[in-house]
């Protein structure tokens, strides 16, 4: 697992919350003060004040935001009800607002002053109120956070590098890319759902899943899918490191899970086992789907890694690769790839080879 790299994931997802509260309050700023900024209203010593409080606020919003959303919540809510989490936060981040706004209020003096005099607030005595309008406050804050979580809904829905091509547009036509693929499956599972009842075997896969996910940031891997008890990850090839890379994250991963076997012994009476085949090529890719979108590949390279798996139990292997895999590994890393017999899979006329890989290179 690259721990640099898994860190330098989480900084890239706090800067994201950072930026789009700086983005968020900067424009209901505008909006807010759009006549004054027409009519000059608003001196310009005033609009420094307020462009730079509102900055300074956002940017102490963002952090606070980022560090709560992606550090305190996922931990002590995360298999809470919807109701619940709902409950929490709201309780929690209206706390907040009020609490960070008193504060604010004493420390930035300057700030409230002029927001105040702006929006013409009641006068007692010819001297401005320095109060604050914490309702507006709050209601601004809660459509932001809204906003905030939508777009991190988004953006773990189909992945961060889905993300981005999804925002760029990249998909709407299909186009052709040549890449990795890995269909990792649990071994056994029916017998484990059978004995675990499905809501406990669907909490027992939630904690695979998750103790997955750095291994993949690690390996720079992209989730393709789940479906049911299997994962399917994908790399693009144009990195000679990324064959290496994806069988290296099967077998750390593998690694982690009998560290972790304590845990699931004692949560769940099973310690998970996968099987994991490899293969690459080229396919085609596009957004498809009307009610329901989404961004899926095509071509013969998915089903034959898919047929590849079905075969890791019947010949005892944790790990099958395809020829193709093995023709195009020009990694510096080297790897000792074991023959294991040619095959006519399922619906194929031709015969593929596969390959076992022992250990990680």
Same mark, same amino acid.
């Given at each position: 697992?690259? !721990?640099?790299?898994?860190?330098?994931?989480?900084?890239?997802? &706090? +800067?994201?919350?950072?930026?789009?509260?700086?983005?968020?309050?900067?424009?209901?700023?505008?909006?807010? @003060?759009?006549?004054?900024?027409?009519?000059?209203?608003?001196?310009?010593?005033?609009?420094?004040?307020?462009?730079?409080?509102?900055?300074?606020?956002?940017?102490?919003?963002?952090?606070?935001?980022?560090?709560?959303?992606?550090?305190?919540?996922?931990?002590?809510?995360?298999? !809470?009800?919807? #109701? #619940?989490?709902?409950?929490?936060?709201?309780?929690?981040?209206?706390? +907040?607002?009020?609490?960070?706004?008193?504060?604010?209020?004493?420390?930035?003096?300057?700030?409230?002053?002029?927001?105040?005099?702006?929006?013409?607030?009641?006068?007692?005595?010819?001297?401005?109120?320095?109060?604050?309008?914490?309702?507006?406050?709050?209601?601004?804050?809660?459509?932001? +956070?809204?906003?905030?979580?939508?777009?991190?809904?988004?953006?773990?829905?189909?992945?961060? $590098?889905?993300?981005?091509?999804?925002?760029?547009?990249?998909?709407?036509?299909?186009?052709?890319?040549?890449?990795? @693929?890995?269909?990792?499956?649990?071994?056994?599972?029916?017998?484990?759902?059978?004995?675990?009842?499905?809501?406990?075997?669907?909490?027992?896969?939630?904690?695979?899943?998750?103790?997955?996910?750095?291994?993949?940031?690690?390996?720079?891997?992209?989730?393709?899918?789940?479906?049911?008890?299997?994962?399917? +990850?994908?790399?693009?090839?144009?990195?000679?490191?990324?064959?290496?890379?994806?069988?290296?994250?099967?077998?750390?991963?593998?690694?982690?899970?009998?560290? !972790?076997?304590?845990?699931?012994?004692?949560?769940?009476?099973?310690?998970?086992?996968?099987?994991?085949?490899?293969?690459?090529?080229?396919?085609?890719?596009?957004?498809?789907?009307?009610?329901?979108?989404?961004?899926?590949?095509?071509?013969? #390279?998915?089903?034959?890694?898919?047929?590849?798996?079905?075969?890791?139990?019947?010949?005892?292997?944790?790990?099958?690769?395809?020829?193709?895999?093995?023709?195009?590994?020009?990694?510096?890393?080297?790897?000792?790839?074991?023959?294991?017999?040619?095959?006519?899979?399922?619906?194929?006329?031709? $015969?593929?080879? &596969?390959?076992?890989?022992?250990?990680?290179?």
């Amino acid at each position: 697992m690259n !721990r640099g790299l898994e860190i330098w994931t989480k900084l890239r997802e &706090v +800067l994201f919350i950072i930026i789009w509260w700086i983005v968020y309050v900067r424009f209901v700023f505008l909006l807010r @003060f759009y006549d004054e900024i027409l009519t000059g209203t608003l001196s310009n010593a005033d609009a420094k004040i307020l462009d730079r409080y509102n900055f300074l606020i956002a940017v102490i919003i963002g952090v606070i935001t980022a560090l709560v959303e992606i550090y305190i919540f996922p931990r002590y809510v995360r298999y !809470r009800k919807l #109701v #619940v989490r709902l409950a929490v936060k709201g309780f929690y981040y209206s706390s +907040l607002v009020v609490v960070f706004f008193a504060i604010l209020r004493w420390v930035l003096p300057d700030f409230f002053y002029v927001a105040r005099q702006l929006q013409q607030i009641s006068t007692t005595g010819g001297e401005i109120n320095k109060g604050f309008d914490v309702g507006m406050s709050l209601l601004t804050f809660v459509c932001g +956070l809204i906003g905030i979580n939508v777009l991190r809904g988004i953006y773990y829905l189909i992945g961060p $590098k889905l993300f981005k091509n999804k925002m760029l547009g990249r998909y709407a036509y299909p186009s052709e890319e040549y890449r990795i @693929f890995m269909f990792m499956d649990l071994e056994n599972s029916t017998t484990i759902a059978e004995k675990l009842g499905h809501i406990t075997y669907s909490r027992f896969l939630q904690d695979c899943f998750q103790d997955l996910t750095s291994f993949i940031i690690g390996a720079r891997a992209t989730t393709y899918q789940y479906v049911g008890d299997e994962v399917v +990850l994908t790399w693009s090839c144009g990195d000679n490191r990324t064959p290496s890379l994806s069988m290296q994250l099967f077998f750390k991963y593998q690694e982690y899970l009998q560290s !972790r076997s304590t845990y699931y012994q004692k949560q769940y009476g099973h310690v998970p086992v996968f099987k994991a085949s490899i293969n690459q090529g080229l396919v085609s890719v596009a957004e498809v789907g009307g009610t329901k979108r989404e961004i899926c590949y095509h071509g013969d #390279v998915l089903n034959t890694g898919s047929r590849i798996q079905k075969m890791c139990k019947e010949l005892n292997q944790d790990l099958l690769v395809s020829e193709t895999f093995v023709d195009n590994y020009e990694d510096n890393v080297p790897c000792n790839f074991q023959f294991v017999d040619e095959f006519v899979l399922r619906g194929k006329e031709k $015969k593929i080879k &596969v390959y076992a890989v022992q250990k990680y290179c």
